[in-house]
């Protein structure tokens, strides 16, 4: 049984996992009220917040999952990438936890998180698979030849494709998180009614949205404040049709190139009501099995954290009393989840 603690971002999040992948509860406090009014994450209110949180979050999660302290093997928590304040809050609570009890600590990848995420549950993806990626900070597709580790094929030269939602949320005048505005508003929109750019950078798998965003931009002052707004719906339908051509573009190439029959799709960008639906299509066409975790899997939580433990080395007592939270993804040698 492994406690596993999530607390990279704006969530406050603990889950209760099996070692076989059964998944006995997963609980998130989101702190989105906090952050809407400066439309962003402000890392110091989230880090306070996550200290606030991070105990009854914790004991909710061990009460719906039924399972006492007693019986937990290890605690597996987020130690990157992600704000270093709200990182360590998790990580000091983990570490804390796992020396007070006597129990082995397992230092996890966010990533490897998103990645593995479809392993969780009664219909476990198999491995070998190929993995969207796509959060508020990240953006890639991967080779995963064994949970344990993947192989980056491709990912995004600059803006991840939650930011890409984010940003253009922002200029809409929607609110934060944009993903979200986005996907509601769009379905009442015209998808053809704005034609925006669909980068694909180089002949590889590589994703680049920033033009996108800069695009819309212009769009938007070319209409003028009032047509802008009441053409709204056309705009985000038009918007995420492009976030969504790309990804979709990039994915089936990925899938040629490695000749993959599994695709799982992760992070909080595959919520996307029309993302899911392409994906869905485009993967019945080619006899591929689509792995679409329910949307409190794909954006952040705990459970996916104790879904990677279970491919990752678990550090014993003392050695995780040295252990650092890291802002930033270790480079490939270090990374414990990458191409090995
Ligand atoms: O994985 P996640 O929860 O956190 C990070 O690791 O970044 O992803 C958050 C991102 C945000 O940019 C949010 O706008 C986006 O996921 N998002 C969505 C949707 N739900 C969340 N983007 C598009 N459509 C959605 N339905
Ligand atoms: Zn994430």
């Known amino acids: 049984m492994i406690l596993a603690v999530e607390t990279s971002c704006d969530d406050t999040c603990a889950a209760v996992v099996t070692r076989t992948g059964e998944l006995r509860s997963s609980r998130i406090a989101s702190q989105g009220v906090l952050h809407e009014r400066y439309g962003g994450v402000v890392p110091e209110i989230a880090s306070r917040r996550h200290l606030e949180l991070i105990d009854a979050v914790t004991a909710d999660a061990l009460e719906v999952a039924d399972v006492g302290l007693d019986e937990i093997e290890a605690v597996a928590v987020t130690s990157g990438p992600g704000l270093i304040g709200a990182l360590l809050v998790g990580v000091s609570f983990a570490k804390g936890l796992a020396a007070a009890r006597g129990l082995a600590l397992v230092a996890c990848d966010h990533l490897h998180g998103h990645v593995v995420a479809s392993t969780l549950g009664p219909d476990p993806i198999e491995a070998p698979y190929l993995c969207l990626v796509a959060s508020g900070g990240h953006t890639f597709l991967a080779r995963v030849e064994h949970p344990a580790s993947y192989e980056i094929l491709g990912q995004t030269l600059d803006d991840a494709a939650g930011e890409a939602f984010d940003k253009g949320a922002r200029l809409l005048g929607l609110g934060y998180p944009g993903g979200p505005e986005v996907d509601r508003l769009a379905r009442s929109g015209d998808p053809r009614a704005f034609d925006f750019p669909r980068s694909a950078p180089g002949d590889g798998l590589d994703l680049s949205f920033s033009g996108l965003k800069t695009a819309l931009l212009y769009r938007v002052r ?23 051509d790309a990804l979709a573009a990039r994915t089936v190439a990925a899938l040629d190139a490695e000749g993959l029959q599994r695709l799982a799709i992760g992070g909080g960008v595959a919520a996307n009501s029309e993302l899911r639906a392409r994906l869905q299509s485009i993967c019945d066409q080619r006899g591929v099995r689509l792995w679409a975790p ?3 899997l794909c954006t952040d939580n705990a459970a996916m954290i104790g879904a990677a433990a279970r491919f990752t080395e678990p550090m014993p007592y003392p050695t995780y009393l040295s252990l650092d939270a890291a802002a930033r993804p270790a480079d490939e040698a ?7």
């Open 294 to 296: 329910p949307i409190e």
């Open 222 to 244: 070319d209409l003028g404040e009032t047509a802008a707004r009441q053409r709204r719906a056309d705009l985000a339908a038009s918007y995420q049709r492009a976030v969504v």
């Open 334 to 340: 270090q990374r414990p989840a990458s191409g090995r």
